[in-house]
């Protein structure tokens, strides 16, 4: 069995609409190019039909991925997280210890991450360094570029 992946009720919804896609406009579409392939005569030299069997072999793979995804995907309840401390769903404001440069970063599952728009992975390094902790405390965490030392200024939950 896979590793259990948290969502949030948006995310679970898009992975459920990705999946329908898939299975109710892309298998069809498939099915339809290998029949079409089919009617031209010799399989055996008929590159068209090679080519949709292709398609629908990595097609079936990707849906079956996504079914299990789905099956070891775990809604978290937001209203259950304690506020005090940074936890996933955790929107933190950051002060750079060493230009006083403030930052703000909501940390969400993996498959949600978008650091274009502030979303953070909890698998990343800054995301790691930030678990568990408080408003006040000071953090080191190594990134690539180096150290950087934070302070925590605010922990809020959007929908707590």
């Known amino acids: 069995m896979s590793d259990l992946k948290y969502y949030t009720p948006e995310g ?23 029949a079409e392939a089919r009617d031209k005569g010799d399989l055996s030299e008929n590159a068209e039909y090679a080519a949709a069997k292709e398609a ?9 991925k996504m079914q299990e995804m789905l099956g070891n995907a775990r ?26 440069t403030l930052v703000s970063y909501t940390l969400v599952p993996e498959n949600e991450a978008n650091i274009k728009i502030g979303k953070l992975s909890v698998s990343s390094p800054i995301a ?6 408080s408003i006040g405390e000071t953090v080191e965490i ?17 929908n707590a």
């Not at 072999?57 to 079956?64: C, V």
Request: charge should be positive; proline fraction near 2%; glycine fraction near 4%.
């Open 12 to 34: 679970l919804e898009k992975l459920r609409e990705d999946l329908h896609h898939l299975t109710t406009v892309e298998r069809p579409s498939i099915s339809r190019q290998i």
């Open 56 to 64: 629908q072999s990595m097609l079936e793979l990707k849906i079956s």
């Open 75 to 100: 809604l978290i309840d937001e209203r259950r997280l304690d506020n005090s401390k940074i936890l996933i769903f955790s929107t933190v404001k950051l002060k750079n210890s060493l230009n006083g």
């Open 128 to 133: 790691k360094g930030l678990l568990g902790k």
């Open 142 to 158: 190594t990134v690539p570029a180096g150290k950087i030392t934070f302070e925590i200024v605010e922990i809020n939950r959007q």
